[in-house]
């Protein structure tokens, strides 16, 4: 099945400092890849949707200069969170569609990256 | 708009069976989904419902869908303390152009051996 691959799963960083999280589609092409937030005990709430070779699209709220995403190839998409903040602690996951195997809009996650700010 | 919600916690004994109940606002849906999250691990697919059906059964696990109330169900048969974990529901909209999926705010499901 699809298996998609998200590095790294934690990171503590000092406040300031810039953190990218990378989420790979192992045995698909993605042409869409999905970035989630999650603060603990809640859920997860969509950030943006990265486009391969295309701006990302951004949800009402998040800040695009802040969290950078880039969607360079069909099998990999990144998001670096910029100049970070102990506020910008969470868990992150990001998500695709194997768009060829797929009617039923069935998004693959990986595994989540948390990241920890000092 | 968009808006998705379940309960937030379930607790059973081992070997009941649990059912964990979402509602959702949109009646353009076109599919419904349930994902599992264990701690500090990312979203396991269990199923998904097409809108157009009412019931899906996939070995342990059976989902009701009424559409006219907008009420999405999960069954787990015999319930194991493994099946310890947050269920998500999460729904697909037709013609948003976004095709990401809404979550709901997750179901803590608890198994007491």
């Known amino acids: 099945g699809a298996v998609v691959s998200q590095h790294p799963s934690w990171v503590i960083c000092k406040s300031g400092t810039s953190v990218k999280i990378e989420c790979r589609s192992l045995d698909f092409q993605a042409t869409t890849m999905f970035w989630y937030r999650q603060f603990p005990k809640q859920s997860l709430m969509l950030m943006a949707t990265?486009?391969?070779?295309?701006?990302?699209?951004?949800e009402q709220g998040v800040e695009k200069d802040k969290f950078l995403i880039n969607h360079a190839s069909l099998t990999l998409s990144t998001l670096t969170v910029t100049s970070a903040h102990p506020e910008d602690s969470s868990f992150y996951i990001c998500?695709?569609?194997?768009?060829?195997?797929?009617?039923?809009?069935?998004?693959?996650f990986g595994a989540g990256s948390r990241l920890t700010v000092l | 708009g968009e808006d998705v919600e379940q309960s937030l916690f379930l607790s059973v004994r081992e070997g009941d069976s649990s059912v964990i109940n979402c509602t959702y606002t949109?009646?353009?849906?076109?599919?419904l989904y349930w994902y599992k999250q264990e701690p500090g691990a990312g979203l396991q697919l269990l199923t998904y419902i097409f809108s157009n059906m009412d019931m899906k059964q996939d070995q342990r696990l059976t989902v009701l869908l009424n559409k006219k109330d907008k009420h999405l169900s999960l069954r787990i048969a015999d319930t194991q303390t493994g099946d310890s974990a947050i269920y998500f529901c999460a729904e697909s909209i037709r013609d948003t152009g976004r095709r990401a999926l809404t979550f709901g705010s997750g179901t803590r499901l608890q198994v007491q051996p």
């Open positions: 990265s486009n391969e070779g295309s701006k990302a699209t951004y």
């Open positions: 949109d009646s353009s849906s076109t599919y």
């Open positions: 998500s695709a569609r194997d768009g060829q195997a797929n009617g039923a809009n069935v998004l693959t």
